[in-house]
Nanobody, 123 residues
Framework: VQLVESGGGLVQAGGSLRLSCAASGSTFSINAMGWYRQAPGKQRELVAAITSGGGSTNYADSVKGRSTISRDNAKNTMYLQLNRLKPEDTSVYYC?????????????????WGQGTQVTVSS
């Protein structure tokens, strides 16, 4: 599966962005997916996840209440709406699969990462 992220940009604090993740291949729709972000000097973190059918979502505390993850399996595309952006949201945002079981939601990959999309929030 190849992943292409887009939609990032430079915004002022309090603004909004909608990120998109376009996936190739036939396995997108059967995988739980997630949005990850990595700030300079920090580890990549999982910030939002969604089940394969889109019926359940999960968010990290850092973005909870300000973000909405969604997907359109017919288009092999996933989205992340980011609202009330803060300077600490500044990162490169990536999409990839996640491991989602009844007891754990954990980072996983399709074996590679896309180029990501840069989000920069100015104060």
């Amino acid at each position: 599966v190849q992943l292409v992220e887009s939609g990032g940009g430079l915004v002022q604090a309090g603004g909004s962005l909608r990120l998109s993740c376009a996936a190739s291949g036939s396995t997108f729709s059967i995988n739980a997916m997630g949005w990850y972000r990595q700030a300079p000097g920090k580890q990549r973190e999982l910030v939002a996840a969604i089940t394969s059918g889109g019926g359940s979502t999960n968010y990290a505390d850092s973005v909870k209440g300000r973000s909405t993850i969604s997907r359109d399996n017919a288009k092999n595309t996933m989205y992340l709406q980011l609202n009330r952006l803060k300077p600490e949201d500044t990162s490169v945002y990536y999409c990839n699969r996640v491991l989602w079981t009844s007891t754990v939601i954990a980072a996983a990959t399709f074996g590679s990462w896309g180029q990501g999309t840069q989000v920069t929030v100015s104060s």
